[in-house]
């Protein structure tokens, strides 16, 4: 059992037709036919939507998406229409808002990995492998491996897992030509960023993203290379060989599986409200990815 905690009733706002609240956002349809995505303070750890919000999260995640929308747009056009908050919407979704145009979603989500961590290295401990990828021995949690490898997951409901899977069940799935153009492009974005955030002294350790057609063109949806779909490490203290210090959701979810939290991951309990200071060292982590990322000061 997981899932949501508590579940959040949606917000109502004339002329928008509420589609789905997912783990973090809630997706609306405008009279245009164009998809309105919020994003929220939510946080999902373990299939679980925890009760506890983090402030300022859903603003960050929007508006480091769009910084890095505006860095990839040459290796593939993005979904964004415009970042204009529709009349009578609440005054809270300023920031947190993307008008999107209505994609054919790819049925898969796309991973690239630069270094071994997560399930990757859950797989590599077991089979010398990632997602069917051989991978040389001797690595350890955190290691950088030869070059990034592309291993894609299914995409899971809210309170299911994403399972990996290997690249000939994409091709079973999409297709050979569409399987080969979401490896090329994943690998190309992660490339590109991985550069980028080692140059602000971030270690890009994996990433995922969300494509879909237009048409007959690939265009990248959702979020990219933000600390809910990434997992960004500082370069100053990354050591082979142990959990990496990071900015993304690892701290809570150390938090959580600690004694501290008194939650029994195995069990069927939803997980346990996050204390103040969790929630505050949360924040300022997702604030210290932004401002190092974008060279801005958070407001």
Known sequence: ????????????????????????????????GELVMVASDRTSVYDWVLPTEIPDKGRILTQLSLWWFDRISDLVPHHVISTEVPEDAPD????????????????????????????????????RTACGVALPEGLVNGSELPEPIFT??????????????????????????TADLLRRTTLAIYGRARDIAGDRGIVLADTKFEFGFDGDRLVVADE??????????PAEQWEPGRQQ?????????????????????????????????????SRARYVEAYERLTGLTWA
């Not at 899932?3 to 349809?29: Q, S």
């Not at 859950?122 to 089979?127: A, F, G, L």
């Not at 894609?152 to 030509?177: I, L, M, S």
């Not at 150390?254 to 991951?265: E, K, V």
Request: hydrophobic letters at 40%.
């Open 1 to 32: 059992m997981s899932g949501f905690v508590v579940k959040p009733e949606p917000v109502h706002v004339p002329g928008l037709v509420h589609l789905h609240t997912g783990k973090v956002r809630d997706l609306y349809r405008n009279a245009a």
């Open 92 to 127: 809270d979704w300023a920031g947190r808002t993307l008008v999107c145009r209505p994609l054919r979603m790819a049925p898969v989500e796309c991973v690239a990995r630069g270094y071994l961590a997560g399930s990757g290295l859950v797989e590599y401990e077991k089979t």
């Open 224 to 233: 990219v290379l933000t600390p809910d779909c990434s997992r960004f490490w």
């Open 245 to 281: 210090p990071a900015f993304d959701k690892q701290f809570i979810r150390d938090w959580l599986t600690s004694p501290a939290s008194g939650w029994d991951r195995d069990s069927e309990l939803a997980p346990p409200a996050l204390p103040t200071d969790i929630v505050e060292q």
């Open 152 to 177: 894609p997951a299914t995409k899971a409901e809210v309170g299911e897992h994403d399972e990996n899977v290997t690249y000939e069940d994409v091709v079973r799935t999409v297709g050979a030509d």
